[in-house]
């Protein structure tokens, strides 16, 4: 060995790994990857075929090679090149070595080394301590079947102590942290010590987990014993009569069925649920699906209602209280509760509620709840596509569940409460159904006493439930859903309107929720005039309150400073809050023009005023439409200069213009489609005011559908518009003759000082607006007296 060890290199490469420990005179395959490893074999095989084997260590500080101080000398022995690029290597241990030296980090690791010679030992005790450490093996052996039982009676005739140590430490299944430690104690005594300790721990884990192997295997066994033994005590419990906890579950069932008073239909079939759930074991599939529908059937308030404020004094009072305005639904629901109080029992009212965004169409649903003591729910339906949102799925789905309406009437526990639908205008409609049919029958007085859901599959009666749906506009909701609703529209407040809903509601709830109710802060009449003309430009009041929450957040930031003191908010303080106004009195601008007319357009968020531009310029007769006209508008545009070129001597117009002339039409604010008939009137105007070259009072605003023969037609959204001509300062108004009785019905205040007249021909319109024309020969009504007032894609 002396002679082995003396040819071993003072100067080695490194071939060092992180979970690897070597031992002397061991064989070891390993293949290798990594481009050091690979230039350390080269260097090896172009000297002696020797290096030096490390453990990987954690390093200790930047230059730290990170080895440990003990390592091995090895040989190659074979060596083969993989197709991957790897190395195969077949290695023998010679020598341990302690690292002396590095001399080179770059490209891979060089050191002197230091032979450690292996001590005598001829000593009684070593011989004791290789005799222990060879039983210890077999003891391994015998708790595993991994190891070679030759190999372990081949120990006995090395006769080199330290030899058999190293064997015994290279083929045990020992910590890495124990193998190193093994490599670095020279003592024999110390490493026998160390390596008996170690097989002896080894031993006692793998007799532990081999009990723990044997245990898991019994339980197995012992769980098909324990269900063979359950089934015959379910026989024997059977026979006795005795309950076990299926059982239990089953009574517990039979009572709430007894319990909440279930219909007839619905009690059989829950009993005949209760039955099949009975006959199966707790983990059987079916039996999670059973009981999850026995759940709902027996628990949904099938007979259960709030009963009803009847107080009507009370009921006003409440309404009055929530909302300013709003006279119709109020009436309505005051009409449904003297009805129901004198009858007895009524269905519930289906209503719909109409009108732009910010007039209270929801809020009001919460007030009518709290007013009655019923529970209120609110479903939004916009952008709902499946049917299954309303009937709810099959039993036969995974996970099926029932539709919103069942799922909303079991959580609030009462079958008659006030039930929001809201946005109804805004369904959707694909592959997987028709929300809006599925609605037929849900909002059908006639059917909604039999409501199936398809989860339930039983009938359920909702014709106690007061529905109310809300929609911007009845255009997009279909004819047959629409006929089964008591429509009530809700029109844009008027600037006094609002100033009264800001000082009695939006302000005081925006004081709160800033935390500043315990200070003195005011609004003047005049501030909130200016919020609504000039920040401001909606038919509700749901952006004014956004800009009353601004100008209080503002303030509450000065207090949180320090700075209390009384606030008043006047006109003039608006711009220091909010910067510099946001709309203008666009009549205020204007001035009576060629070709230019103002018109009164409707859309779903309120009225509008609507400018109607035309030019002319050398040409061939074309017409050019501009501002993202819709077909009816372009048509009506066709029909207007059709009626002039067939009506110029009427009209004093040189035929040759229409031909020698082209026409553009354009109506501002291009960004936002338009459409409808009810422009007709105000682009006929606008041509004729072009061809005749007289301009068009821009004071008057007008609307109307008109024909060929030049009659003046009715439009719908006059309220609206009537309206919006108010907001915008116009004083006179010109509508179609046959919109008088839906004028009538307008609110007072609307159309107070306002000059409203009435015309059924295209010159009449001419003869008022035209500069310089002769009087009109419309009928005219002026509207002077005074009222106390209610409130209530472009379409003309």
């Not at 359950?230 to 007894?258: F, H, N, P, Y």
Request: with cysteine.
């Amino acid at each position: 060995m002396d002679e082995q060890n003396s040819r071993i290199p003072r100067t080695l490469p490194v071939l060092h790994m992180n979970s690897v420990v070597m031992f002397p005179f061991l064989l070891m395959p390993l293949i290798i990857s990594d481009e050091e490893s690979k230039l350390v074999v080269d260097h090896a095989l172009s000297n002696d075929k020797s290096m030096a084997f490390f453990l990987e260590r954690e390093k200790k500080y930047s230059t730290d090679v990170g080895l440990h101080e003990m390592g091995t000398a090895v040989t190659i022995l074979r060596m083969l090149r993989n197709q991957d690029g790897s190395i195969s290597l077949l290695l023998q241990g010679t020598s341990r070595i302690r690292l002396q030296k590095v001399l080179q980090r770059e490209p891979f690791v060089l050191v002197d080394v230091e032979t450690i010679q292996e001590q005598p030992e001829d000593s009684h005790e070593i011989q004791a301590f290789r005799k222990i450490a060879i039983e210890l093996m077999e003891k391994i052996a015998a708790e595993s079947s991994t190891l070679n039982n030759e190999m372990i009676s081949g120990l006995n005739n090395i006769r080199q102590a330290g030899r058999v140590a190293d064997i015994i430490a290279g083929n045990s299944d020992l910590q890495i942290s124990d193998r190193q430690k093994l490599l670095e104690l020279v003592d024999l005594k110390a490493r026998f010590r160390f390596l008996n300790e170690c097989l002896a721990e080894l031993i006692k884990q793998m007799r532990l987990e081999n009990d723990i192997r044997n245990h898991i295997q019994l339980e197995m066994s012992e769980d098909q014993r324990r269900y063979y033994l359950r089934e015959q005590m379910d026989a024997i419990r059977r026979e006795l009569g005795e309950t076990d906890e299926v059982s239990k579950e089953i009574l517990k069932w039979r009572e709430a069925i007894e319990k909440n008073q279930l219909p007839e239909h619905v009690k059989e079939v829950a009993y005949e649920e209760l039955e099949r759930l009975a006959s199966m074991q707790p983990a059987a599939s079916e039996y999670g699906v059973i009981r999850n529908y026995l759940d709902w059937i027996v628990n949904l308030p099938w007979q259960t209602f709030s009963k009803d404020r009847l107080d009507m004094t009370a009921i006003e009072r409440i309404l009055t209280k929530d909302h300013f305005g709003l006279q119709k639904p109020k009436e309505r629901v005051l009409e449904y509760i003297a009805v129901k109080k004198l009858k007895g029992q009524l269905k519930g009212p289906i209503l719909c509620f109409v009108g732009p965004p910010g007039v209270g169409k929801t809020s009001i649903g919460q007030s009518v709840a709290r007013a009655l003591k019923r529970k209120f729910i609110r479903m939004s339906l916009g952008g709902i596509h499946d049917e299954a949102e309303i009937r709810g799925h099959r039993r036969t789905y995974i996970g099926a569940m029932p539709g919103k309406i069942i799922m909303e009437i079991k959580r609030q526990g009462t079958a008659n409460p006030v039930f929001m639908l809201d946005e109804i205008d805004k369904l959707g409609r694909d592959f997987r159904g028709d929300p809006a049919s599925a609605l037929l029958e849900v909002l059908d007085p006639e059917q909604n006493n039999s409501f199936v859901d398809n989860y339930i599959n039983l009938a359920f009666d909702l014709s106690e439930v007061m529905f109310i749906t809300t929609a911007n506009t009845l255009d997009t909701v279909p004819p047959a859903l629409r006929d089964r609703m008591e429509v009530i529209e809700f029109s844009s407040y008027l600037e006094n309107e609002k100033i009264e809903i800001a000082r009695n509601y939006l302000i005081p709830k925006e004081i709160k929720n800033n935390g500043l109710d315990q200070y003195a802060i005011s609004f003047h009449r005049s501030a909130l005039q200016e919020l609504i003309r000039y920040y401001v430009r909606e038919a509700g009041v749901r952006n004014l309150q956004r800009r009353i929450g601004s100008i209080l957040r503002k303030i509450a930031r000065q207090v949180a400073k320090g700075e209390i003191q009384p606030v008043n908010i006047t006109a003039e303080k608006i711009k220091d809050y909010l910067g510099y106004r946001k709309f203008s009195l666009e009549l205020a601008n204007r001035k009576p023009e060629i070709g230019v007319t103002t018109g009164l357009a409707w859309t779903q968020y309120g009225g509008e005023l609507l400018y109607c531009e035309t030019i002319r310029m050398p040409g061939k007769g074309n017409i050019v439409m501009t501002g993202r006209l819709g077909e009816v508008m372009k048509e009506s545009a066709r029909i207007a200069l059709s009626y002039l070129k067939a009506n110029h001597p009427k009209y004093q117009i040189d035929p040759e213009d229409f031909e020698k002339h082209d026409v553009h039409v354009h109506f501002p604010a291009g960004a936002i489609p338009k459409d409808g008939p009810s422009a007709g009137v105000t682009l006929t105007t606008s041509l004729a005011s072009l061809f005749i070259q007289k301009p068009v009072r821009h004071d008057i605003a007008m609307t109307g559908e008109v024909t060929l023969l030049g009659k003046i037609l009715p439009i719908g959204g006059i309220k609206e518009k009537l309206l919006a001509a108010r907001r915008a300062g116009i004083k006179q108004v010109i509508v179609p003759l046959e919109n008088r009785e839906e004028v009538v019905e307008v609110d007072a205040d609307i159309i107070k000082d306002m000059d409203i007249t009435y015309v059924d021909h295209v010159k009449q319109v001419l003869d008022l607006v035209l500069v310089g024309a002769k009087s009109a020969e419309g009928k005219r009504t002026s509207n002077k007296k005074g009222a106390a007032s209610k409130r209530s894609n472009l379409k003309k």
